[in-house]
């Protein structure tokens, strides 16, 4: 099946910096990816719909500002977490559809910890 | 409002035992559902995918089945395994002018030997 690669799979950083958080489709063209967090033991929360070429969709309540979402190629898209606080810390999960079949696919997720 | 509950909200069976899990959806105009397993700290993996006209699915231990009148799926395991213990989430999408996928807020499932 596809995949799509997420990366890092953690990351701790200071109060303040901002991080990076790759997603990327390896085996197909993802012109729409997704953008989720996730707390324990809860669902995913959709945060933002990523369209190569364009702006972001965000979700109500999610600050565009402060969570950066760029999505220059059809295999990569980027969620920066800007200035990050320690309620920012969380699971965040990409998605990246396959255009083909329009299923969804999951990257492995990242473990933000801001100290 | 479009809405995916599932139940139980977490389950606890012996290895080797069966167990089927419940979602009921508010979700229209629907597309297809999903049955995801998702391991901690890990991305869902997808089960089985239904669309309306499909009613039961089979993907190795698990079979799915769709009730598109009564909007409800379930997922059975059979036979379960240790390695099944994780979070069990039916996810539905709409077929609007772009798909809308509502996510269920997911079943636990441990497996204990």
């Known amino acids: 099946g596809a995949v799509v690669s997420q990366h890092p799979s953690r990351v701790i950083c200071k109060s303040g910096t901002s991080v990076k958080i790759e997603c990327r489709s390896l085996?197909?063209?993802?012109?729409?990816m997704f953008w989720y967090r996730q707390f324990p033991k809860k669902s995913l929360m959709l945060m933002a719909t990523?369209?190569?070429?364009?702006?972001?969709?965000?979700e109500q309540g999610v600050e565009k500002d402060k969570f950066l979402i760029n999505h220059a190629s059809l295999t990569l898209s980027t969620l920066t977490v800007t200035s990050a606080h320690p309620e920012d810390s969380s699971f965040y999960i990409c998605?990246?559809?396959?255009?083909?079949?329009?299923?969804?696919?999951f990257g492995q997720g990242t473990r933000l910890t801001v100290v | 409002k479009n809405q995916v509950e599932q139940s139980p909200q977490s389950l606890i069976i012996l290895e080797g035992k069966n167990c089927t899990l419940q979602?009921?959806?508010?979700?229209?105009?629907?597309?297809?559902l999903r049955w995801y397993k998702q391991d901690t700290g890990r991305g869902p993996v997808s089960l089985t995918i239904?669309?309306?006209?499909?009613n039961t699915k089979s993907n190795r231990r698990y079979t799915a089945t769709l009730d598109a009148d009564t909007k409800q799926s379930s997922l059975h395991i059979t036979a379960s395994q240790l390695s099944d213990s994780a979070s069990y989430i039916c996810?539905?999408?709409?077929?609007?002018?772009?798909?809308?996928?509502?996510f269920g807020p997911g079943t636990s499932l441990s497996v204990i030997p």
């Open positions: 979602c009921n959806y508010t979700v229209s105009p629907f597309s297809n």
């Open positions: 998605s990246a559809r396959d255009p083909l079949n329009t299923e969804a696919f």
């Open positions: 996810v539905v999408t709409t077929k609007t002018s772009y798909d809308k996928v509502i």
């Open positions: 990523s369209n190569e070429g364009s702006k972001a969709t965000y």
């Open positions: 085996d197909f063209q993802a012109t729409t």
């Open positions: 239904m669309t309306f006209s499909e």
